[in-house]
């Protein structure tokens, strides 16, 4: 992705057709809006934040932008792509459940060491908190929510979690 460019690439188009289920015209029209957007056609994580505040304004949502900014940009150059935007953009609205795991525990993963610790679930539910003005819900409460939760999917009590066991605890307590 050049700095500055307008227009999409045949390869990169190819890409985003086999990665999602957009129809062609959906992404050039995505690509318009993010190439005017965005100049030099990366959106940076204050970028991202103001985009974020714009659909929720008066929200603490610094740190939760961060977390989800963090998860959206693969590459870790600081700087989301088209590509990493409209997969984003496909995983949290028309992906499938594995697939919105697999984000959800890149989310939670906040190390990126690839392992989900009761740590990391209480930090991000504690973000969380402050985007939904939830802040009735005192620290003790949310660390307690945390531990419901992590305990539930930690089936094995070890304390920590790999995506594959993230992954696979979830649908199975989906399905009791």
């Known amino acids: ?7 999409l690439d045949q390869s990169e ?3 985003l057709l086999h990665q999602t289920t957009y129809e062609e015209t959906a992404v050039h029209a995505w690509h318009k809006v993010f190439s005017t957007t965005c100049a030099g056609g990366r959106l940076t994580v204050d970028q991202f934040g103001n985009l974020f505040n714009t659909f929720f304004p008066g929200r603490n949502s610094e740190q939760f932008c961060e ?7 693969t590459s870790k150059s600081g700087g989301m792509s088209f590509t990493e935007f409209l997969i984003a ?12 795991l697999k984000w959800t525990f890149k ?8 392992v989900l610790t009761l740590e990391e679930v209480t930090q991000v539910l504690e973000t969380t908190n402050n985007i939904l003005d939830h802040n009735q819900n005192s620290k003790s409460f949310l660390q307690n929510k945390a531990k419901e939760l992590f ?10 979690l790999t995506e594959d066991q993230f992954i696979a605890n979830c649908l199975h307590q989906k399905e009791t």
Do not use: C
């Not at 953009?89 to 919105?100: F, L, W």
């Not at 939670?108 to 690839?114: A, E, F, L, R």
């Not at 305990?151 to 920590?160: E, H, L, Q, Y």
């Open 1 to 7: 992705n050049r700095t500055g460019r307008t227009s």
């Open 13 to 15: 188009l190819q890409n």
């Open 67 to 73: 977390h989800v900014f963090r998860t959206f940009n």
């Open 89 to 100: 953009v496909h995983v949290t609205s028309q992906g499938s459940q594995e697939e919105k």
């Open 107 to 114: 989310l939670y993963d906040v190390s990126g060491d690839g």
């Open 151 to 160: 305990t539930k999917i930690d089936v094995n009590g070890s304390g920590a």
